[in-house]
Structures are given as C-alpha cells and as structure tokens.
C-alpha cells in the first residue's frame, strides 16, 4: 500500500465530512463529488446507480468533460460493455490493471466512447460488488494515469462510502407500519445489517467510528427489544418482522 501524507488523511477526512452531511436519497451529490475530486484530481468523477432492476440508472457527475455525451457515445457505450475490464469487483482498479495502453487504444469502447470524451485512463470503485444495482465511482482523466497513491485513499474510503451509501438507502424505503422491528432505533437497525452481513463487532465499531462496547450495548438493547438472545436471533425477528409488514 502507497504511503499517504497528512495532507492526503486531511482529504480523505474532507470526504468523510462531505458525505456525513448528507441527508437525501442520493448518498454522493456534488458537493460529496467535489471532495472526491480534491482527493483525486481528475476529469470527472461520476456515481452511477440503478436504484431498481428496471429503472434507469441514475448518474451524478463534477468536472468538465473533455467532450459532450450523446446518444451515439451512450449507445456505443452500451454495445461494447463486453470490452470493459473495470466489472464488479473489490477495491479500486483501472483499466491498465488489466490492458496496456495498446491493448485499449485497439478496443471498440475506446474508440467510439471513451476517447470523444477525452477518457484515457479511468479508475472505478464498486461500492457493492454483489448488488443489482452496480453503484459505483468513476473517475476520468486525460493523463497521466492513476497512481497507488490513488489507490490507497479510495480503498481507506471504501468501507465508509459503503456504509454512507446503504444509509441512504434506508431513506429510501417507504415507511412501513409499526411491527415487531419498530421497536429498535435506526442505529440499532444498522447495526443489526451488519450482523447480518456477518461483520464482527469491532469491524462495526470500526466502520460506524464508535466503539466496541458501544456496539454490544446497542446489540443489548435490541436482542431485549425483540425478545431474543442472541445476534442470530435479532437478525432473524427484525427482518421477519419486517417482511409480513
């Protein structure tokens, strides 16, 4: 992993704060973006999402895009997914990851889409690999290309955006009417997914920026509030619950 400087840990907090203060459906609006883009100088950085299987997806973007996207780049875009490299995945990753500059020059995306936008190097960051909805974060130069510097802040970020971006789906969801899984607070809640994700209590803690103890009290109080005893338990009554609601 690339050292990082107390300037890069200071971006990487500008982050952080950016998108704690986010309170909408959408986890990276464009102050969020900017701050990515601080931290990552580049073209244009993008968060794409498809909220539902059917939906459209959804894209935020800050930078100035070297050319104007159209229906024929889209288009384009979408008959040579095949030749992108960058698929689902853990950690950051960019396209000479896996092609040399030749290599990619010689491909149908490159020359129909990506080089009339001006893109010659791209880095992306899967926030949720194993989802439907392949949310992630695009970032778009015209040189020089990523470095292991970027690398290693967006792979610090990873599990915090991660975390900004499932708060923001909770958001999302309708309100439901009050059932067994009512009872426990939104942190507990939270909590409570991660379990179910099979995280450990002091990677909660670690992700949440609190403390083990603090995890155990509010697993405490909800296995109480549910009836249970234990972490398989509460997982198990709260989206029971919640699925007959």
Not at 43 to 55: I, K, L
Not at 193 to 208: D, F, K, W
């Amino acid at each position: 992993m690339a050292s990082l400087t107390r300037s890069d840990y200071r971006q990487v907090l500008d982050v952080l704060r950016a998108a704690g203060n986010v309170h909408g459906a959408n986890p990276f609006p464009e102050p969020v973006l900017e701050a990515l883009r601080r931290l990552v100088p580049c073209d244009v950085v993008a968060y794409h999402e498809r909220p539902e299987p059917f939906a459209a997806p959804e894209i935020v973007f800050t930078g100035e895009p070297r050319g104007s996207m159209t229906p024929a780049i889209r288009a384009a875009h979408r008959r040579y997914r095949n030749q992108d490299p960058l698929v689902p995945g853990e950690g950051a990753r960019k396209y000479s990851d896996f092609l040399s500059r030749r290599e990619y020059h010689r491909l149908c995306l490159y020359q129909e889409a990506d080089r009339p936008l001006g893109i010659e190097y791209m880095m992306r960051l899967w926030l949720d690999p194993r989802g439907a909805g392949r949310a992630r974060l695009e970032f778009d130069r015209a040189g020089p290309d990523f470095n292991e510097r970027d690398r290693a802040v967006l792979d610090l970020l990873l599990p915090h955006l991660e975390q900004f971006r499932r708060r923001a789906m909770l958001r999302r969801r309708p309100h439901r009417p009050a059932g067994r899984g009512s009872v426990v607070t939104p942190r507990e809640r939270e909590i409570l997914e991660h379990v179910a994700r099979g995280r450990t209590n002091i990677q909660v803690a670690s992700l949440l920026l609190i403390s083990p103890d603090t995890v155990r009290k509010h697993l405490e109080n909800a296995y109480r509030k549910l009836g249970v005893h234990n972490r398989t338990g509460a997982v198990a009554a709260l989206f029971e619950s919640e699925s007959k609601t």
